[in-house]
């Protein structure tokens, strides 16, 4: 071969290897969970359905809390309309497979985003929309000050959760042994504690925060002050499904942008005579970020209309005037002092 004829073939090759890349990326599109969804006319979410503030399901049947709201969000930035949604409720242990198996379209649902979990198990993860970290909780007339207090005690907690393998790594490398006892949910968590059977109980600060406050009588239970993890939740969907993903993200985004520019489900459709780019942007009245996602250019509109910014979420389902007033801390805009910072829509 002289070279002239390597150089054609290796044009050729670059030709050949150029088009697959662009049938892989039709293909990825036109495969994509967004198309499932739209098709079907509505989203199907996994959520919690026990725990109060996050995701509940109430005697009327009907979904509440901070992670539904997200659901309900994400069907607004597809159909601008956050009804259409069919909620699906899962245990810890059962929400991995409810998106391997495509039961579902992703799951919000105080997941802990976990690099094992991205890499084994064959999910992606979206923005982390809650950081938390692990408790314990006794009760109050425990002599327990600390969680090294707990040496020889039982622990209680739910199936399927990083809460349990932290507990134990806890008690590794304190050199201390706690008896950990698991529990397919944590209603069973709760009975086995009040019933005397579990010395304490652990999960996500959160949901220790829930748990006392819609007790019968929170005075008897003591959340103790350490942390001993860092919990970042996060909603997860399948892996490898770019465009899918990008809803997911965006809308999450889209909540915590909104607050940054002081958009709210009330201010939003005034914000329309603004001459300011950035709100005019996020608006879709200049640019077109939802078509890059196959979203409509003012899906973002959508979603605070229906759900309200990030602020609005929180205040609603965890905020001063709940039952359970967890303070913002880490889950305050980075503005003031917190973790959450949006990319800018442009
Ligand atoms: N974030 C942890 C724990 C998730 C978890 O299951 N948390 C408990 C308590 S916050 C829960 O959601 N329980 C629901 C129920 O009450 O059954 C994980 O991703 O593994």
Not at 95 to 112: C, K, L, W
Request: include cysteine; charge should be neutral; glycine fraction near 8%.
């Amino acid at each position: 071969m002289n070279l002239k004829t390597i150089a054609i073939g290796a044009l050729a090759l670059t030709a050949i290897s150029a088009s697959i890349a662009t049938i892989s990326v039709a293909q990825t599109q036109s495969n994509s969970r967004l198309d499932v969804v739209k098709k079907r006319g509505k989203l199907i979410c996994g959520v919690n359905d026990k725990l109060a503030g996050f995701g509940f399901l109430d005697s009327n049947g009907k979904y509440s809390g901070f992670d539904v709201d997200f659901c309900k969000g994400v069907a607004a930035a597809v159909f601008g309309d956050a009804s259409k949604v069919d909620y699906v409720p899962l245990t810890a242990a059962a929400r991995f497979t409810a998106i391997q198996s495509g039961e579902v379209d992703v799951v919000f649902r105080n997941t802990t985003y976990t690099s094992s979990r991205d890499g084994e198990v064959g999910v992606d993860f979206g923005p982390i929309v809650f950081y938390d970290g692990q408790g314990v909780m006794v009760k109050s007339e425990s002599p327990a000050k600390r969680i090294t207090d707990l040496d020889g005690a039982t622990i209680c907690t739910n199936q399927g959760t990083t809460t349990e393998q932290n507990i134990n790594d806890y008690g590794r490398l304190k050199k201390k042994q706690f008896k950990v006892v698991t529990y397919s949910d944590f209603d069973k968590v709760m009975a086995a504690f009040d019933q005397g059977r579990c010395d304490a109980v652990t999960t996500d600060s959160s949901g220790l925060a829930a748990r006392r406050a819609t007790a019968a009588k929170p005075e008897a239970y003591r959340i103790m002050s350490e942390i001993i993890s860092k919990e970042p939740l996060a909603p997860f969907f399948a892996q490898n499904d770019s465009r899918w993903a990008d809803v997911v993200r965006w809308t999450v985004l889209s909540t915590i942008y909104a607050e940054e520019i002081d958009l709210n489900s009330r201010n939003i459709d005034g914000a329309k005579t603004s001459g300011d780019p950035v709100v005019r942007r996020f608006l879709g009245l200049e640019g077109n970020s939802g078509k890059g996602f196959g979203l409509t250019a003012d899906f973002a509109v959508d979603v605070v209309k229906a759900i309200g910014n990030y602020k609005e979420i929180y205040d609603r389902n965890l905020g001063p005037k709940t039952k359970l007033h967890i303070p913002r801390t880490l889950n305050a805009n980075y503005e003031n002092g917190g973790l959450l910072y949006a990319p800018p829509f442009r």
